[in-house]
């Protein structure tokens, strides 16, 4: 399915002189090439009377797009995103629903909005010091806006930074209205350890830098450099006990920043996807055919072709070498394969899945933190990791298998000679470390749990008793 750009605009009723809060997730469905697409607006407050929006397109994977401008007018608020001329108009009834009617074109379908609550947000009066703070990179081309949390008193507190996992997110790792890293900063706050949780370039308070779209995995890990360096300034940090915790992508970005800086004391990988970016990207795809409902020989015999194609990327300068060389394997692999599997897979000529087989993998290769996610090798960073490490995994995270990855880590450090490494599967939780009922990435939204308390209480636990 394309992508839809969405431009929105939302009409609600307001009351100023009145408690009501538009603020939050509002999750709706509309109808899109015979299945139902989720549409999600995260509005936030500004001011008095100003808010900021951004929304969400869970099917597409699609998160956190700025909206341009959110205007309240009287009884109505209209969001625009300043694109592809689409919108939406709707009335709020000043407790969990917005009604209305979502405008693409000439085409008009009804859309009902429902606030999504999560009852683990955090609440003010918090308990501990919370400061939004911004700072530079040493070179002034990157600012960052991030929050700093640590209980109230007078001592210096051991201090982590929280590193997002793909995609642009903000500070507090905003999903489907979860606030999984305010959640977890939270936490740890109220149990003695300072926070520092930052935007990723391009949001919240944090600008996109020259790179612009090209950065990459090791650009973010020098990000988190430039984040530790801002710690070291705070007379309120104990510079003995700094820490990393990456989640996803940031777990392999937290291992390349131990490798390089001595000032990192202890390490948490959270659904860290240590066999590479390329295994991780064809066990995902199996999983999203399995779930479609193709049969198994089937499934084996794309990711077979997807791998070695994948393969191709690191030793290809250029789109016109690694054509030449698909072109290739293609060939070869297509001999072999049966008449059924061909026409489940929809093979013809140079297509596969109903694509050209070029332009699905050169878009892929057009994208460079694609092309680095997939030819990075994080096992050669984590083998120089000799500071303290917690690895964990949901039991039932279906974008990094729990039992390989952690398998391959504990492998990993042990060669190494690393003396003090945990690693640690969690029975029943999901990529986010919510309890889940199956771990697919559709459940996400519909859990109420932004995270489990039991992974909360083992993360810090870990954490403090590494910080003495």
Known sequence: MKKIFIFLWFSFMLNQLMA??????????IPAGGRQLHIVFNIKKTGDTSYTSTFDSPDQK??????????????SVFIDLGKAGISYRGLWDKKKNINGTFIQGTTRLPLNLEVQLRPQTPKQPYGYYSEDVEYDNADKSLHY???FT??????????????TGSGTQDRDGTLFGHKLYWVLADYLTKNGIAVLRVD???AGKSTVGVNGKNATSLDFSYDVETSLNYLETRADVDKKHLGLIGHSEGGIIAPMVAARRKDVSFIVMWGAPEVGGAKINAAQNAYGLKQSGMDSLSVNAFIDLHSQILAL?????????????MQVVFDNWKKVQNQKVLDNLKVHDNSLIGQTLFLMYNGLYDLPWIRFFLTYNPQADLAKVKCSVL????????????????????KILTQNGNKDFEVKVLPGLNHLLQTAQTGDFSEYAKIEETMSPIALKNICNWIKLHAR
């Open 62 to 75: 699609a998160f956190g797009i700025p909206c341009n401008k959110t205007t309240v007018l009287n009884d």
């Open 313 to 325: 990327f690191g030793s290809s300068e250029n789109k016109e070498v690694l054509d030449q060389k």
């Open 20 to 29: 009501q809060d538009i603020t939050g997730m509002w999750q709706g469905e």
């Open 200 to 202: 990723d370039r391009g």
């Open 150 to 163: 640590r209980p109230n008193g007078s001592e210096k507190y051991p201090a982590v930074i929280i590193i």
């Open 145 to 147: 806006g991030a929050t």
């Open 391 to 410: 690895a964990v995994n949901g039991e039932k995270d279906t974008q990094v298998n729990a039992r390989e990855n952690l398998d391959l880590i504990k």
